[in-house]
């Protein structure tokens, strides 16, 4: 996808000796509640207009940043133009053949538990390269001094899903494992409202729900594309509209949304990570998916990206990738959005054939039911 970038943008990029690029530290981007965009952000009417879209000052640094690594060779692949279509059929699947991931991208770590350790001595955000990363984000307090985001990290993913592919990492040096927790996740829902391309979403993945690396992170990308989660309908699970079950396919899941920065954006990060916990105490893995979208409810048309959905999805644990497969199913592919490894496979792929492979990683009926009436539970908690 080509993203259109601030060419007078040059505070995050690398000077040219990179001797230098370990010495002067990342820059951070400081940004306020005011930059929060909560509205105005849509699809335009045509597709062709789709690579004219205005940048906010949060795209155009980490555009003219990634773009930059990417011609300096610091990926392991260079990204073109991805071959994409729009799948037949009522789901309105997403596929894309990335040959190049398929084939060097870095091999899982060895997985076993959802609830696994942090391990110093494999491969972790600590070892990487100092200019893989873009800048530092960083939320200044809000007028009452309240809510202060801690640093995240915002690294290139060196095998990137498309344009703009970032990792959200919260201060490596504490290694802390791959298990979500609210600070990085305000992160990510603030990324998503920093941006004003309604197609930059951000996702987790749990151990065992396909993450290859046991170090906390989120990962971010720009995509311009609609997807089936944005405006699918939704049916509230407990009396006061807290937890909604998002019933579409490919896969059902759970649903919590949010209008904004404030006290409703504090509610829903709460209601995730307890809902998260829950699933990692319990060895159940899971995806979670950040992007804007309409309220929950009936069906609304896809420009209606009033606030921003978070999708969570439990399934069956899997640990390491699965070779033969079409594509790998994550936290993209549960959105509707396909990373597809081969031509053959990109040329031949169906929408049933892609349904009946996502939906062979979901829980079965019965533990499915309980996840959800144990997720009820924890929502009644809530003190009203």
Known sequence: MAILCDSHETSYLLPPDHEDWGEQGAPAFVYGQEELLTGGVQWPSTPSTQDSLPLSRFDSALCSAWRQRMELGLFRYRLGELQTQVLPGAVGFVAQLNVERGV?????????????????????FNKIRPGE??????????????????DILVVINVSPLEWGHVL???????????????????????????????GFRVGFNSLGGLASVNHLHLHGYYLAHRLPVEGAPSQPLDPGGHLHLLQTLPAPGFLFYTSGPGPDLEAVISRVCRATDYLTDQEIAH???????????????????????????????????????????ALCELAGHLPVKTAQDFSTLTEAAAVALIQDCLLPTAQAAAVQEALVALVAQEEP
């Open 133 to 150: 990363v873009l800048f530092r984000l960083h939320r200044e307090p809000d007028a009452c001094g309240a809510l202060p985001q801690e």
């Open 104 to 124: 060097q991208r870095r091999r899982p770590q060895n997985i076993e538990s959802v609830k696994q350790a942090f391990n110093p001595e494999q491969f972790n």
């Open 287 to 329: 995806n979670l998916f950040v992007t804007r979208g309409a309220p929950p409810g009936k069906a609304s048309p896809c420009s209606a990206l009033a606030g921003v959905r978070v999708i969570l999805w439990a399934r069956k644990p899997s640990f390491g990738v699965k070779e033969g497969e079409a594509f790998n199913v």
């Open 168 to 198: 959200l990492v919260p201060e490596p040096a504490r290694g802390l494992p791959q298990r979500l927790l609210p600070g990085v996740l305000r992160a990510g829902l603030e990324a998503v409202l920093l941006s004003s391309h309604p």
